[in-house]
């Protein structure tokens, strides 16, 4: 029985369909599809700068952001809104936190895929 040999692909030509133009690919990378949010914090989470913008946040504010940051770190980035209020022990709504700093709020969080969870915006 003869041997099967592997085929090699040093000598096959690549496809045509295949090619693909080095610009596309570097102006599709520089493109805001692949944007990385940057994220940073002070340690008591009471100053953060995402893409450069700096938020000053209040201390259940910082709370709240570090929450979600914490859960952003492990792996799973949406939080239920009561389980941050009761560790709050704060109001009805997590929105409410952030009636003094609306664009914080905006900026730094997002609704999750669930009714009642939220997440970073990184």
């Known amino acids: 029985m003869a041997e099967a040999k592997p085929k090699s692909n040093e000598s096959d030509p690549q496809p045509e369909s295949l090619k693909v133009d080095p610009e596309f690919i570097r102006e599709l990378l520089l493109s805001d599809r692949f944007h990385v949010p940057t994220f940073h914090h002070s340690g008591d989470f009471r100053s953060i700068r ?47 936190v952030f009636k003094s700093n609306l664009d914080a709020w905006t900026n730094l969080i997002r609704k999750g895929t669930r009714k009642g969870t939220f997440r970073l915006n990184i």
């Open 50 to 96: 995402l893409d450069g913008t700096e938020y000053f946040l209040t201390s259940k504010q910082a709370r709240v952001i570090e929450m979600l940051h914490e859960a952003h770190e492990q792996g799973t980035p949406e939080v239920g809104q009561h389980s941050i209020l009761e560790t709050l022990e704060s109001g009805k709504r997590l929105r409410d």
